[in-house]
Antibody, heavy 119, light 107 residues
Framework: QLQESGPGLVKPSETLSLTCTVS????????WSWIRQPPGKGLEWVGH????????IYNPSLTSRVTISVDTSKNQFSLKVTSVTAADTAVYYC??????????????WGQGTLVTVSS | DIQMTQSPSTLSASVGDRVTITCRAS??????LAWYQQKPGKAPNLLIY???SLETGVPSRFSGSGSGTEFTLTISSLQPEDFAGYYC?????????FGQGTKVEVK
């Protein structure tokens, strides 16, 4: 139901751009999130957008470099990370979240896409 | 920021064992906690939300408990398909934080 797409290789200092296509359901409801996982490491929440209230929040450690946006005409949402370094190398997952009682937990995930930052 | 600390990092167990994983929050988070299972090369799968609510379709051998700062995920009788990674996740209106993960491996 969710499918990530975008370049698998990005050069240092450039912008990482990924898109998640939602094949069932509308992006006009729910939380839409990006979560990443460096190779061999744990999960790191990047941020999410709650379209119906035009509200997006980001991981404080990434907030100056990250933008998540929604395109309702294409039923997609996107991630941009600027000024990337090797530390941004990770499998990036898009996920659909629901309100689990005071915040979002994630019930549907894409398969993940590996993005490597290297020259 | 709220920190989530899981223990142990690795747990060795056998089929049929009762397994418990702990997640501690650096400050009280009420019941705003979820648990996920992740198998190698796959996306995580939601098991528990609101600390103790079982997600639809998840086997009843999985259970969650706790509130405030200490939470547990219990697998009552470990099955072969349960050898995997497990993550806790705190959520609120402003932030999402994952624990560092626990790997359940074959003893």
């Amino acid at each position: 139901q969710l499918q990530e797409s975008g370049p698998g290789l990005v050069k240092p200092s450039e912008t990482l751009s990924l898109t998640c296509t939602v094949s069932r359901g509308s992006v006009s409801k729910y939380y839409w999130s990006w979560i990443r996982q460096p190779p061999g490491k744990g999960l790191e929440w990047v941020g999410h957008i709650y379209y119906s209230v035009s509200s997006s929040i980001y991981n404080p450690s990434l907030t100056s470099r990250v933008t998540i946006s929604v395109d309702t005409s294409k039923n997609q949402f996107s991630l941009k990370v600027t000024s990337v370094t090797a530390a941004d190398t990770a499998v990036y997952y898009c996920a659909r979240g629901i309100d689990c009682g005071g915040g979002s937990c994630y019930i549907t995930w894409g398969q993940g896409t590996l993005v490597t930052v290297s020259s | 920021d709220i920190q989530m600390t899981q223990s142990p990092s690795t747990l060795s167990a056998s089929v049929g064992d009762r397994v418990t994983i702990t997640c501690r929050a650096s400050q009280s988070i009420g019941s705003r906690l979820a648990w996920y299972q992740q198998k190698p090369g796959k996306a995580p799968n939601l098991l528990i939300y609101k600390a103790s609510s079982l997600e639809t379709g998840v086997p009843s051998r999985f259970s969650g408990s706790g509130s405030g700062t200490e939470f547990t995920l219990t697998i009552s009788s470990l099955q072969p398909e349960d050898f995997a990674g497990y993550y806790c996740q705190h959520y609120n209106d402003y932030l999402v934080t994952f624990g560092q993960g626990t790997k359940v491996e074959v003893k």
